[in-house]
């Protein structure tokens, strides 16, 4: 019953047109969502080549999250203990500085609905401010940099994240600490779970 209730959830999500009217290249919701995922990774909306694709963090960031995960594109994609959940599930378009902020309808209509479906997540990756802002439930610091940094008042549950994105290299470069301490703590936490 449980298996059917969630199968029926997935195909609503997939077949959602709540915002269709916002949506550039309409709607297409891409997301991985598995019962039995034991790591989930929340970003924040697809881009447009992952909504050309309908494969979640198939671009550079997808390359640098899997680097910062210590997993293989096979077990990322094939894992039945990996759940991929993005703030908004299709692509928002794109705006002055880059891709606008996910739809919010999509967290307000879904997420917690599937997430409830979703009970054995042990490890959540939480990438960037929207994911922050949603998952860390106002608990965050006063801005992303200083978030990151706290991830040890969060672990072992949940882990934020800046955006693997390579617009981000600058951050990375300013902030060493992160791949230096906390991308071995996600390897070992990833590589316990699956």
Not at 52 to 72: Q, Y
Not at 87 to 113: N, V
Request: proline letters at 10%; glycine letters at 8%.
């Amino acid at each position: 019953m449980a298996e059917k209730k969630f199968n029926t959830l997935v195909n609503e999500i997939k077949a959602c047109r709540i915002c269709e009217a916002h949506l550039p290249l309409g709607p297409r919701p891409v997301f991985v969502a598995r019962q039995e995922a034991k790591v989930l990774i929340v970003g924040q909306a697809p881009g447009r080549k992952v909504h050309e694709t309908g494969i979640p963090f198939n671009d550079p960031s997808g390359d640098r999250l899997r680097d910062w995960m210590g997993v293989s594109r096979d077990t990322f994609y094939n894992s039945p203990k990996l759940g991929i959940l993005p703030m908004g599930f299709c692509y928002p378009g794109t705006g002055k500085s880059g891709d606008l902020p996910p739809r919010p309808e999509c967290a307000e209509h879904w997420r917690e609905k599937l997430l409830a479906q979703m009970p054995g997540v042990e490890l959540t990756l939480v990438i960037g401010q929207y994911a922050h802002n949603w998952h860390l439930k106002g608990n965050q610091e006063k801005n992303l940099t200083e978030t990151v940094k706290a991830w040890k008042n969060y672990a072992p549950n949940v882990i934020p994240l800046p955006h693997p994105s390579p617009r981000n290299n600058i951050w990375l470069r300013k902030n060493p600490w992160f791949e230096e301490d906390v991308v071995p703590v996600i390897k070992r936490r990833v590589r316990g779970l699956l």
